[in-house]
């Protein structure tokens, strides 16, 4: 075995891998958006600072915890072996030392510097994701990502109680269009490693049932995706300049969707995958933009 390999040479690299860190700054960035949009003026100071830290090491606490559950499913796919834990690098002690680290003092934060609410919230997350998700969902249903998705889609919920304390509808609005929108961004990718995934006996939709089920799938969620984007606007919570990037975003995705329904290309999966990225950063991005220069007509 490489000297890298021995757990004693796990790095802080290691370590900051196993937070997942590019998919839990997109999920801290929708918890700021909640914080922004749950405030007439500026978020307390107190609730955006630590209500961020407290949220964005739950996520990273809860990603680690699926690092250690889901070793050996890793160990098995391309996408996903050379992970801190089946390389090695890290031993599953010291990644739930980590996680346990991460999870205390982000209850703290929140707990302690922004409501109990919040923590809750954030804890019931936290669980939802590396543990009802990891452990059973995930291998216990195809829907298990749908099902799932509401761990994910919680951040700018947990933004919002930050800030007021309470779980507001518009809030609610800004978890349903996360919820929706998992389904597309994952399946896309679920097609591309179906492979991977059947290999590791994984019941992800393409491998329960087919491709070409998933392809129309992503299409019928990304519909129903754009439905749930113009709900905002249409309940006054925004006004136009989000109606607009609503629009023209979910006209891209639909032309992504509807050209992975009708074409092969082995390229599109991953392609639609990349753009659920984009799109979701840029929805929120203009969320928070049309809160501070509000047009109506
Ligand atoms: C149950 C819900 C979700 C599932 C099953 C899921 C699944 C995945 C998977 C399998 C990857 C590839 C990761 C990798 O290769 O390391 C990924 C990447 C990503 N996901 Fe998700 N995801 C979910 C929810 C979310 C949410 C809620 C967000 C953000 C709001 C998000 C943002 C991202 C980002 C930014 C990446 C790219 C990471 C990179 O560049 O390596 N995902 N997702
Ligand atoms: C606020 C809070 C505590 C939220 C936690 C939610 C959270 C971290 C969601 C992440 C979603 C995600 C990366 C799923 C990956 O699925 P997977 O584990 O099946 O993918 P993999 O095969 O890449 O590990």
Avoid at 270 to 291: E, G, K, N, P, Q
Wanted: with cysteine; net charge positive.
């Amino acid at each position: 075995m490489e000297p890298s390999a021995s757990p004693q040479h796990a790095s802080w690299r290691d370590y900051y891998e196993l937070g997942k860190p590019r998919v839990v700054m997109l999920i801290v960035f929708t918890a700021i958006v909640g914080m922004f949009l749950a405030a007439p003026g500026l978020p307390p100071p107190a609730a955006l600072l630590f209500g961020t830290l407290g949220i964005g090491l739950a996520a990273s606490s809860a990603a680690a915890i699926n690092h250690v559950l889901d070793r050996r499913f890793d160990a098995q796919m391309a996408r996903t072996k050379n992970r801190p834990l089946p390389t090695g690098h890290v031993t599953e002690r010291q990644a739930l030392t980590y996680a346990a680290i991460l999870a205390v003092i982000s209850m703290t934060l929140l707990w302690g510097w922004v409501n109990l609410l919040t923590a809750t919230l954030t804890f019931c997350s936290l669980i939802g994701y590396a543990v009802i998700y990891t452990v059973w969902l995930k291998h216990a249903t195809p829907q298990n990502i749908v099902i799932g998705g509401a761990a994910g889609a919680a951040p700018p919920v947990l933004g919002w109680t930050a800030v007021t304390g309470h779980v507001d509808p518009y809030a609610l609005l800004l978890f349903l269009i996360i919820f929706t929108w998992t389904p597309p961004h994952f399946w896309a990718l679920a097609i591309a490693r179906r492979d991977e995934y059947a290999k590791a006996g994984i019941p992800m939709l393409p491998v329960a049932y087919s491709t070409d089920f998933t392809r129309l799938h992503i299409l019928l969620y990304t519909i129903l995706l754009v439905i749930v984007t113009l709900l905002p606007y249409l309940t006054g919570m925004s006004g136009l300049i989000y109606l607009a990037a609503a629009l023209v975003l979910g006209g891209f995705f639909l032309v992504r969707a509807s050209q992975l329904k009708m074409r092969t290309d082995a390229r599109l999966p991953m392609r639609t995958f990349s753009f659920s990225i984009t799109y979701l950063a840029l929805l929120f991005a203009a969320l928070l933009l049309d809160h501070y220069v509000k047009i109506r007509i």
